[in-house]
């Protein structure tokens, strides 16, 4: 290992004859099973290549998905819900019902992609990424895709502070662009629609048909989508969207989603005269104009409000009919302000350490209690100035996450 300045200028720092975290990464561009080769060389046997036999064969990328918190870089210990791989090489030794404790490493597999040049090995991986299912705890997959996806990367001007810079404070998801928030307005709209009709259906026999007219209301803003005969329309704009297969086994969703129908497989869904799939399998890809891939993951459906993966970061739409929109304008926002009364665990982990006690006045920003979970410790800080009413934790204590820790007055 190694590192390299402004002027490259190499500085050796150590060698670790062992497996790398990275090997894959050789594995691929050389051709050379090295797990292989390392398990001759212990039973005595001699390895089976030279150095001659050891080429460079394209490019390859690999990617840690972590258990963790994107946005605070802290780890979510938890039951891994559902865990389906993609298409690509994963590295993982967990699987669907595997927890993830927060006594080791959060690390929950390595994704690797190969291609005939950097780009292709990179556009493999986004793809990977795009259909990497992971339910039950918070993974770091949106910070990933945005990095892969970031043009400082694709032109290979990264060094350690990168994240540093370009998201001076903190990573907080994916930021939509208007194609892309009309793309999710209509994948959601239609799929409410689809879901009542089935209501519907079942219920009188009768079907609502292909047209409607939905506002979906991403981020506090809302997009008026309009479908007519299959031509779907966002705020007066065309979205095209071309689902190419109808995917197959729904069987395991048909329960979460309330379908009773033994014999389906997925919902048709028109935008523009072409076929879209809401298989009930959580993960729907399309193509757009270009025939650039659009995918997404159907996270929840809690009601009207549609929890969909998209780019990586996962976004709650709400479906709406068009007077239900125009009244939840008029609707009162909560406050926020008995919420910041109490401190929540951010994550599951021990206390270590409870620095106040009921009575004590603390400051803005003060520290209040140290948390610990997969060996790093996280200090808890009071919100505002306050004094403190009463404290539910001791020290040694596992507490979960948004388990209420202190409350203030």
């Given at each position: 290992e190694f590192l390299v300045d402004s002027k490259r200028n190499f500085y050796f720092l150590e060698m670790n004859t062992r497996l790398q975290v990275e090997h894959p990464v050789t594995e691929y561009i050389t051709g050379v099973d090295l797990v292989e080769q390392m398990l001759r060389v212990a039973a005595g046997w001699p390895i089976t290549i030279t150095q001659k036999d050891i080429g460079i064969n394209g490019w390859a990328v690999e990617c840690r998905v972590y258990a963790e918190d994107p946005k605070r870089f802290l780890p979510s210990p938890g039951h891994l819900r559902i865990h389906r791989a993609p298409e690509v090489r994963v590295d993982s030794g967990v699987t669907e019902g595997s927890t993830i404790s927060m006594y080791y490493d959060s690390m929950i597999s390595k994704v690797i992609t190969h291609g005939e040049n950097r780009d292709e090995a990179i556009d493999k991986m986004i793809?990977?990424?795009?259909?990497?299912?992971?339910?039950?705890?918070?993974?770091?997959?949106?910070?990933?895709?945005?990095?892969?996806?970031?043009?400082?990367?694709?032109?290979?001007?990264?060094?350690?502070?990168?994240?540093?810079?370009?998201?001076?404070?903190?990573?907080?998801?994916?930021?939509?662009?208007?194609?892309?928030?009309?793309?999710?307005?209509?994948?959601?709209?239609?799929?409410?629609?689809?879901?009542?009709?089935?209501?519907?259906?079942?219920?009188?026999?009768?079907?609502?048909?292909?047209?409607?007219?939905?506002?979906?209301?991403?981020?506090?803003?809302?997009?008026?989508?309009?479908?007519?005969?299959?031509?779907?329309?966002?705020?007066g704009q065309p979205v095209n969207l071309v689902s190419l297969e109808i995917p197959e086994d729904a069987d395991s969703f048909k329960e979460q989603y309330g379908i009773d129908d033994e014999d389906f497989d997925g919902y048709n869904l028109s935008l523009n005269d072409s076929a879209m799939a809401y298989a009930v399998d959580p993960v729907l890809v399309y193509h757009d104009d270009n025939d650039h891939q659009v995918a997404m993951q159907i996270l929840e459906r809690r009601g009207s409000t549609w929890s969909i993966q998209f780019c990586g970061t996962a976004y709650n739409v709400r479906v709406l009919e068009e007077r239900e929109a125009e009244l939840s304008k008029l609707m009162p926002v909560n406050s926020s302000a008995a919420a910041s009364k109490k401190l929540l665990a951010p994550l599951t982990g021990k206390i270590v350490k409870v620095l106040v006690e009921p009575g004590d006045k603390v400051g803005?920003?003060?520290?209040?209690?140290?948390?610990?979970?997969?060996?790093?410790?996280?200090?808890?800080?009071?919100?505002?100035?306050?004094?403190?009413?009463?404290?539910?934790?001791?020290?040694?204590?596992?507490?979960?996450?948004?388990?209420?820790?202190?409350?203030?007055?």
């Open positions: 793809k990977g990424l795009d259909s990497y299912v992971i339910q039950g705890v918070k993974h770091n997959i949106s910070l990933l895709r945005e990095v892969l996806n970031h043009q400082r990367l694709r032109e290979g001007r990264i060094t350690t502070k990168f994240l540093e810079e370009e998201y001076p404070k903190g990573f907080d998801g994916h930021v939509l662009s208007d194609v892309e928030s009309h793309q999710l307005a209509a994948v959601a709209a239609a799929l409410q629609h689809r879901q009542k009709e089935a209501i519907w259906s079942s219920l009188s026999n009768r079907e609502l048909g292909d047209s409607y007219r939905l506002v979906a209301e991403i981020n506090g803003q809302q997009h008026l989508v309009e479908c007519r005969k299959g031509h779907v329309q966002v705020d803005e920003d003060q520290a209040v209690a140290v948390l610990e979970a997969m060996k790093m410790q996280d200090v808890l800080r009071a919100p505002k100035d306050f004094t403190v009413k009463a404290v539910h934790c001791t020290p040694d204590q596992v507490v979960q996450e948004e388990d209420v820790l202190i409350e203030f007055e």
